[in-house]
Structures are given as structure tokens and as C-alpha cells.
């Protein structure tokens, strides 16, 4: 399939799959296991689409404030995942990412991470970039805390500080911004994400709950998105 204008990095809020079990009697958890297939419907599709940069909300900074028994399991799944989808991830040439805070993270969990964005680091078809334990004010705080010890150091002045040095010390560094932002779940909010990167951003949202996320929605965002005039604060 062939689109004129197609965006260069994709982010996504997979949101709904607690409610999405719970309309369906089941476990808040048996709803973020039923989003994997969602998860790598939007993978398979962003490479067939020409999407370099691939960027999920997994776990925020604020999901710790859920029940013990969801945010266990959901840490369990994370690790589960990453060693059973290696071998895919590989296959397709995907290099994996992980950004937020990983020090609050198990050890296993950290190592399962380490390990798949080593074994991936050369893969050139999709960066697939995934945000645990992130949120977009701790991150401009760990960037803020960065360029004050450079300062402290005598290497810049205040004055020096530019929107390119900021970008440069977030978790996202390196990457460009996202061109278009989903978020599924029905809420129209950005929930602490990717603050700083999104700032022309184009947004999409549905009320399908992420393990409902369709090709075919898939497909309509990025229709949707070739229509959109991005003026980046300018007139055209």
C-alpha cells in the first residue's frame, strides 16, 4: 500500500485493556495479555508502512498507584514477552528501545531489557521504542538535572542552553519526534507522555480499547494523517 505522506515515527497510548477485561468479566490483567496481539498487529503494519520509529506507552510513572496484583503481573508479562517475542524481533530486523526509569525495575526485568536491545542494536527495518516506567515530567527533570551538572562543570552557561541541548539529554535522544500521536481507550488527554516531543504532534484518538485496535484503524490514522497540513506554528 502506498501513501504520499507517511509518518516517519509513530507513538501510541495503548489505553483501555483493563476496561476492556472488565466489560468481559475477566481480570484487569487478562486485558494488557490480550493487547500483545494489537501490539504486534501496529509493528507488522508500521514496517509494511514505511514507519521508521515505532514508540509505545507501556507503564507509567503513575501506573505504580495500581493494585499490587495488576502491576506484578503486568512486570511479569513484560519479562515473559521479551523473551518470547525475540526470535520475531530478530527475524524482522526490529531494533528494540526501552526508555524511562528502569532503576525501580526488577533486576531480571532490567536484564531481559538490556539483553534484547543488545542482541537487536544493529536491526535497521523499525526502531520499536517502549516506555516503561516513563513520564514526560520526570524525564525533562533527569534532562534538567543532566544539563546543571554540565553547567556546574564549567563546560556551558546558562545562556548556552538551547531546545536542541534539552533534546539532547531526554530519554528520546537521538530519535526525531513523534509525527503522529494515537491513543486508544476513548480518553482525550496526553496522560504524560512524551511532553517535550510532541509539541506539533498530530493527534488521533478512538474509543476502541486497545486489544479491539484494528488494521483497519490502524490504516484510518495514517489516512487521516496524509490530510492533516502540519504548520508547525507558521501559515502556509
Request: charged letters at 25%; aromatic letters at 10%; proline letters at 3%.
Amino acid at each position: 500500500m502506498e501513501h504520499l505522506l507517511i509518518p516517519k515515527h509513530l507513538s501510541i497510548i495503548m489505553d483501555g485493556n483493563g476496561r476492556w477485561a472488565e466489560k468481559k468479566n475477566l481480570p484487569r490483567f487478562e486485558g494488557h495479555k490480550a493487547g500483545l496481539k494489537a501490539v504486534r498487529m501496529v509493528t507488522s503494519e508500521s514496517i509494511k508502512a514505511g514507519i521508521k520509529y515505532l514508540t509505545l506507552y507501556a507503564f507509567s510513572t503513575e501506573n505504580w498507584k495500581r493494585p499490587q496484583e495488576e502491576v506484578s503481573s503486568l512486570m511479569n508479562l513484560f519479562q515473559e514477552i521479551i523473551e518470547k517475542e525475540k526470535k520475531d524481533l530478530l527475524d524482522n530486523r526490529i531494533k528494540v528501545m526501552f526508555i524511562g526509569q528502569r532503576e525501580k525495575l526488577s533486576l531480571p526485568l532490567r536484564l531481559a531489557m538490556t539483553n534484547i536491545e543488545e542482541e537487536t542494536k544493529h536491526n535497521s527495518n523499525l526502531v520499536l521504542n517502549i516506555a516503561i516506567n516513563y513520564g514526560g515530567r520526570a524525564e525533562l527533570c533527569s534532562a534538567l538535572k543532566s544539563i546543571g551538572e554540565i553547567i556546574l562543570q564549567g563546560n556551558i552557561v546558562p545562556s548556552q542552553i538551547t531546545q536542541n541541548l534539552i533534546s539532547e539529554h531526554l530519554f528520546t535522544a537521538g530519535l526525531p519526534d513523534p509525527d503522529l500521536l494515537i491513543r486508544t481507550g476513548g480518553e482525550l488527554r496526553i496522560s504524560n507522555f512524551l511532553l517535550w516531543q510532541i509539541a506539533y504532534t498530530e493527534l488521533w484518538f478512538t474509543k476502541t480499547f486497545w486489544p479491539d485496535f484494528s488494521k483497519k484503524q490502524f490504516w484510518q490514522a495514517i489516512n487521516d494523517y496524509e490530510k492533516r497540513v502540519r504548520k508547525f506554528g507558521g501559515k502556509i
